[in-house]
């Protein structure tokens, strides 16, 4: 009889177990944190929504620490106009090449994106994109590469441009 009391004790905490168990899987699989902020990483193939934003499946991301031209903005370069938002697009969608991404969440924007910095076979996306001069830095992260993007005379560097803080200030509808 002793034994029998024994194993049920046995048999509810490992029941209870279970149960915590499984609410712990599922807050891992829906990529939640134990701090609430809601940031998860993403993985998989990435649709390119312009120079500074992606998704993957269901997952919005703005790359975290930089800022590229909008969609719309023009730039100018050797007195000609260039569409340097559309540009920056085209940068990126071939940086990636439709290969997988990953990409580390930090924490949720206002609009509900995930602030992340995104990767391509070690490659840090974010910084690629200020280096390469479609993508402003946002912040201290990212001030040096755009010192060298500056100076090589890249991308937005090229020419004049709108920082794209600016442009979305005075283009908002």
């Not at 499984?22 to 120079?51: E, F, K, P, Q, T």
């Not at 730039?75 to 920056?88: F, K, L």
């Not at 992260?141 to 020419?159: H, I, M, N, T």
Request: charged share 25%; net charge positive.
């Amino acid at each position: 009889m002793q034994v029998l009391k024994r194993f049920s004790l046995n048999r509810r905490t490992l029941s209870g177990a279970a149960v915590v168990a499984l609410v712990v899987i599922g807050l891992i699989d829906r990529g939640l944190n134990w701090g609430g902020s809601g940031a998860r990483d993403a993985v998989g193939r990435a649709a390119v929504v312009d120079g500074d934003s992606l998704k993957i499946g269901g997952t919005r991301i703005r790359m975290v620490g930089i800022d590229a031209p909008e969609g719309p903005q023009m730039c100018e370069r050797r007195g000609q106009s260039w569409p340097c938002g559309r540009q920056a697009t085209r940068h990126l969608r071939r940086l990636i090449g439709g290969r997988s991404v990953t990409c580390a969440s930090e924490k949720v924007d206002q609009h509900g994106r995930q602030l992340a910095t995104c990767r391509l076979d070690g490659l840090n996306l974010n910084a690629r994109m200020v280096e390469d001069g479609f993508a402003v830095a946002f912040g201290a992260r990212y001030r040096g590469l755009e010192g060298r993007a500056k100076a090589r005379r890249v991308g937005l560097w090229s020419g004049t441009f709108e920082r794209p803080r600016s442009w979305r200030k005075q283009n908002r509808r």
